[in-house]
């Protein structure tokens, strides 16, 4: 999830059975943070590497995004398996109404 605030950008990856007020909730908080770190003094760059996060957040990431990825195709599979069975159930005809037809049958 990438969200825009008058702060700057914020991502974050959030489980799936995550509500609207669990998002909201970090990005008060991410907000919070970011403030009170623009009033701390500069830490010292150590290193010549320009690693902005670890290892371990890089991998959630990325496992996070693929899960997304999946979940969006199995849901666009899903679209397309239903309006096959509507055209089907509907023998035919226009779904937007205007094809004429209709028998109902059952």
Do not use: K
């Amino acid at each position: 999830l990438l969200v825009r605030t008058a702060e700057g950008a914020l991502r974050a990856s959030f489980s799936a059975d995550s509500t609207l007020l669990d998002v909201r909730a970090w990005v008060d908080e991410s907000c919070r943070v970011t403030a009170a770190s623009a009033m701390s003094p500069p830490r010292p760059v150590v290193g010549g590497g320009r690693v902005l996060v670890s290892t371990e957040q890089t991998e959630a990431l990325r496992a996070g995004r693929e899960f997304f990825e999946q979940q969006t195709a199995r849901m666009r599979e899903e679209a397309r398996s239903s309006r096959a069975a509507l055209d089907a159930d509907a023998g035919g005809t226009d779904r937007r109404g205007g094809g004429g037809g209709g028998g109902g049958g059952a």
